[in-house]
């Protein structure tokens, strides 16, 4: 523990505090408005792009997309702005005031207000676009009306005309000043935080409007916000209040006002570490540096995400951290809320509602009066594995709409461009992969079958990590942008990291395009190669889109027709043959095909003696007929033995002339 006393400026204090009252530091922690942040990340994680139904993508980007992208990237704009001036202590008003203008730009409201609650009643305190002073200072009884409806904490409420809606307790003096104001629809939302109800956020229209979901998401998240502020600013009231009085009494109180100004130390530090970096590794270092011990960080399924020594530095985070006695404690850890010391190392999960997002790991049992401080340092573990979940899923949701454009041909919008650049087509060229994952007869039958698509998909992103790629879901299938050079490793990498997780997978690959309009018709042949796979019964296996010619065309109709005749039943009794006798004529036919039917080069390529090449052409024409090498026939023949080669029976592809 020596270490541990020496490890900052502030662990003297850290220790220190061991015989301060607890429980006054753990309110503290819960009611710090930072605590918001994890509940709102949460929130806006939930939310997706709309299901694209197998078979089916856009040819070109929604524009009810892109502008979904914009508004979502404003509100989280919005909320950073908002936390930051939060944890700022800037002047609540000026928050506040900031607050309802930046509700009425993200919803196109004609106004917004906040309203605060007294014991009995609410009254608008804060508004922006509202003209009369008679609403603008409306004070009315909990439960009437939109307002004092929403104030009551019970529900979001919303009208889309509320003089005419029989539906909301109406009082004739407030319907007068409505009515003055013109005002027709009204949407308000309970500002609640730790089952404290402060009041609601409303916005209201002059004219009958019908409330979005969207919509109604969007003030629920800055009503949120604006309770973390009420809650926040209240909350250094009492913290300045506490310190005024303890400095009036110094010499008796001087521990307990370092260990409030240690609180505030640590939320400084640790909220530098991921709004600076939005690192795991920096905020692994930071935490170490507070407490004064070598830790771990685990993402939710045990795998280590940072790790800092003995001797302050990051350690590998691919070394296991096994045993089940850890997995044992972090399951106690979990359950409870709460960090758990045992076998010598003291366990922190972090926790997003109802779910475990990583868990923190310090190599050293923490005596019990710290623990609550490690929950604390916890708490930011969670905020930050949550705001770099959102950065992911906004990439992921930008490589999707970039490659709905490309692929469907249309112009790429400003905002995809830089996602676009890293490619650099035009110089390294890039060549499209589809991955098609298959279910096995157990995923196909059971209702609880893991997400295969996911798990191709999972793959597909893994193997590109290391280089510049696109990404996403596209249709049935994954699909992504990959330079030419990385190409046929990504492919063979997501082939092995299928088999590892026991998926059947098949990839399509396309040609080289060093122009964006050559993506589409890449894309078909990578679309292409997964159906001649399909339609052949294969999996596990690649193949190139531009290698298919017309037998690709052909096995394509196959897979949409299986009930069609297979260009491989012209070749079966030949197939059949080789298997019963262990032969090689389907291979000699194959390569005499692709020889332009010269005996010589066929002798060659099979390294054999001419005369056993005749010899065995005459085998063929006994199993296959003697008018086999008939120009009609012998077309069908070879587009047969090509769709064959493509299935693996041929072996290396023989030499062109």
Same mark, same amino acid.
């Given at each position: 523990?020596?270490?541990?006393?020496?490890?900052?400026?502030?662990?003297?204090?850290?220790?220190?505090?061991?015989?301060?009252?607890?429980?006054?530091?753990?309110?503290?922690?819960?009611?710090?408005?930072?605590?918001?942040?994890?509940?709102?990340?949460?929130?806006?994680?939930?939310?997706?792009?709309?299901?694209?139904?197998?078979?089916?993508?856009?040819?070109?980007?929604?524009?009810?997309?892109?502008?979904?992208?914009?508004?979502?990237?404003?509100?989280?704009?919005?909320?950073?702005?908002?936390?930051?001036?939060?944890?700022?202590?800037?002047?609540?008003?000026?928050?506040?005031?900031?607050?309802?203008?930046?509700?009425?730009?993200?919803?196109?409201?004609?106004?917004?207000?906040?309203?605060?609650?007294?014991?009995?009643?609410?009254?608008?305190?804060?508004?922006?676009?509202?003209?009369?002073?008679?609403?603008?200072?409306?004070?009315?009884?909990?439960?009437?009306?939109?307002?004092?409806?929403?104030?009551?904490?019970?529900?979001?409420?919303?009208?889309?005309?509320?003089?005419?809606?029989?539906?909301?307790?109406?009082?004739?003096?407030?319907?007068?000043?409505?009515?003055?104001?013109?005002?027709?629809?009204?949407?308000?939302?309970?500002?609640?935080?730790?089952?404290?109800?402060?009041?609601?956020?409303?916005?209201?229209?002059?004219?009958?409007?019908?409330?979005?979901?969207?919509?109604?998401?969007?003030?629920?998240?800055?009503?949120?916000?604006?309770?973390?502020?009420?809650?926040?600013?209240?909350?250094?009231?009492?913290?300045?209040?506490?310190?005024?009085?303890?400095?009036?009494?110094?010499?008796?109180?001087?521990?307990?006002?370092?260990?409030?100004?240690?609180?505030?130390?640590?939320?400084?530090?640790?909220?530098?570490?991921?709004?600076?970096?939005?690192?795991?590794?920096?905020?692994?270092?930071?935490?170490?540096?507070?407490?004064?011990?070598?830790?771990?960080?685990?993402?939710?399924?045990?795998?280590?995400?940072?790790?800092?020594?003995?001797?302050?530095?990051?350690?590998?985070?691919?070394?296991?951290?096994?045993? *089940? #006695?850890? +997995? &044992?404690?972090?399951?106690?850890?979990?359950?409870? /809320?709460? $960090? %758990?010391?045992?076998?010598? =190392?003291?366990?922190?999960?972090?926790?997003?509602?109802?779910?475990?997002?990583?868990?923190?790991?310090?190599?050293?049992?923490?005596?019990?009066?710290?623990?609550?401080?490690?929950?604390?340092?916890?708490?930011?573990?969670?905020?930050?594995?949550?705001?770099?979940?959102?950065?992911?899923?906004?990439? *992921? #949701?930008? +490589? &999707?709409?970039?490659?709905?454009?490309?692929?469907? /041909?249309? $112009? %790429?919008?400003?905002?995809? =461009?830089?996602?676009?650049?890293?490619?650099?087509?035009?110089?390294?060229?890039?060549?499209?992969?589809?991955?098609?994952?298959?279910?096995?007869?157990?995923?196909?039958?059971?209702?609880?079958?893991?997400?295969?698509?996911?798990?191709?998909?999972?793959?597909?992103?893994?193997?590109?990590?290391?280089?510049?790629?696109?990404?996403?879901?596209?249709?049935?299938?994954?699909?992504?942008?990959?330079?030419?050079?990385?190409?046929?490793?990504?492919?063979?990498?997501?082939?092995?990291?299928?088999?590892?997780?026991?998926?059947?997978?098949?990839?399509?690959?396309?040609?080289?395009?060093?122009?964006?309009?050559?993506?589409?018709?890449?894309?078909?042949?990578?679309?292409?190669?997964?159906?001649?796979?399909?339609?052949?019964?294969?999996?596990?296996?690649?193949?190139?889109?531009?290698?298919?010619?017309?037998?690709?065309?052909?096995?394509?109709?196959?897979?949409?027709?299986?009930?069609?005749?297979?260009?491989?039943?012209?070749?079966?009794?030949?197939?059949?043959?080789?298997?019963?006798?262990?032969?090689?004529?389907?291979?000699?036919?194959?390569?005499?095909?692709?020889?332009?039917?010269?005996?010589?080069?066929?002798?060659?390529?099979?390294?054999?003696?001419?005369?056993?090449?005749?010899?065995?052409?005459?085998?063929?024409?006994?199993?296959?007929?003697?008018?086999?090498?008939?120009?009609?026939?012998?077309?069908?023949?070879?587009?047969?033995?090509?769709?064959?080669?493509?299935?693996?029976?041929?072996?290396?592809?023989?030499?062109?002339?």
């Amino acid at each position: 523990m020596c270490s541990f006393i020496a490890g900052s400026l502030i662990v003297g204090p850290f220790l220190a505090g061991v015989a301060v009252d607890a429980s006054w530091a753990r309110g503290y922690a819960a009611a710090h408005p930072l605590t918001m942040c994890a509940d709102t990340i949460l929130t806006m994680d939930r939310w997706r792009f709309p299901h694209v139904p197998p078979g089916g993508a856009s040819a070109a980007a929604d524009p009810a997309d892109v502008a979904d992208l914009r508004r979502r990237a404003a509100l989280l704009e919005v909320t950073t702005d908002i936390a930051s001036q939060t944890t700022a202590r800037r002047d609540l008003g000026e928050v506040l005031a900031a607050i309802v203008r930046r509700t009425r730009e993200l919803t196109g409201a004609d106004m917004a207000y906040i309203a605060l609650n007294t014991q009995e009643e609410t009254f608008i305190r804060y508004s922006d676009g509202v003209r009369t002073e008679a609403y603008r200072t409306i004070r009315m009884p909990l439960g009437s009306g939109v307002l004092g409806k929403a104030a009551t904490g019970r529900a979001t409420v919303l009208t889309s005309d509320y003089l005419l809606d029989g539906t909301i307790s109406h009082l004739h003096d407030i319907d007068e000043i409505v009515r003055e104001e013109g005002v027709r629809a009204i949407l308000g939302v309970p500002m609640t935080l730790h089952g404290v109800v402060h009041g609601a956020l409303l916005v209201a229209d002059r004219s009958p409007r019908r409330y979005t979901a969207e919509m109604v998401d969007t003030v629920s998240i800055l009503a949120r916000h604006t309770s973390a502020a009420l809650a926040g600013a209240r909350r250094l009231e009492e913290v300045t209040a506490a310190l005024a009085r303890l400095h009036e009494d110094r010499d008796a109180d001087l521990e307990r006002i370092l260990d409030l100004q240690e609180v505030l130390e640590i939320d400084a530090r640790l909220l530098e570490s991921i709004t600076a970096h939005a690192e795991v590794s920096a905020y692994a270092q930071a935490a170490s540096e507070l407490i004064g011990l070598p830790l771990s960080v685990l993402d939710a399924q045990g795998a280590v995400l940072a790790r800092v020594g003995a001797d302050g530095r990051g350690a590998s985070a691919t070394t296991p951290l096994p045993d *089940h #006695r850890l +997995e &044992r404690t972090i399951r106690r850890a979990r359950a409870t /809320g709460m $960090p %758990v010391a045992e076998d010598g =190392r003291t366990v922190a999960c972090a926790l997003g509602g109802e779910e475990h997002l990583g868990t923190l790991v310090i190599h050293d049992a923490l005596p019990a009066p710290l623990l609550p401080r490690l929950q604390r340092v916890t708490v930011f573990l969670g905020i930050l594995l949550l705001l770099l979940r959102v950065r992911t899923d906004d990439q *992921h #949701r930008r +490589e &999707r709409a970039l490659l709905d454009v490309v692929i469907g /041909g249309g $112009p %790429v919008p400003a905002e995809l =461009r830089p996602a676009l650049a890293i490619l650099d087509v035009p110089g390294t060229g890039v060549r499209v992969l589809a991955v098609e994952a298959h279910p096995g007869p157990a995923e196909a039958t059971s209702a609880a079958a893991p997400d295969i698509g996911g798990l191709a998909l999972a793959a597909l992103r893994s193997a590109t990590e290391p280089h510049r790629a696109v990404v996403a879901p596209h249709g049935a299938h994954a699909c992504a942008l990959v330079q030419d050079a990385a190409a046929e490793t990504v492919a063979q990498e997501v082939l092995a990291q299928a088999a590892e997780r026991d998926v059947d997978v098949t990839i399509g690959i396309s040609g080289v395009c060093t122009d964006l309009a050559a993506v589409p018709s890449a894309h078909r042949d990578a679309d292409r190669a997964l159906a001649s796979l399909a339609a052949l019964g294969l999996r596990g296996r690649a193949a190139h889109g531009e290698d298919l010619g017309a037998v690709g065309l052909l096995l394509e109709a196959l897979r949409a027709d299986p009930h069609a005749p297979s260009p491989l039943d012209a070749l079966a009794p030949l197939v059949d043959h080789d298997a019963a006798r262990s032969g090689e004529l389907t291979r000699t036919a194959w390569v005499f095909a692709e020889s332009g039917q010269n005996v010589g080069r066929t002798a060659e390529q099979l390294f054999l003696h001419p005369n056993t090449v005749r010899q065995r052409l005459e085998r063929i024409g006994r199993v296959l007929g003697p008018d086999w090498r008939d120009p009609a026939r012998f077309l069908d023949l070879h587009l047969a033995l090509r769709a064959w080669a493509i299935g693996g029976g041929a072996g290396p592809a023989p030499r062109r002339p």
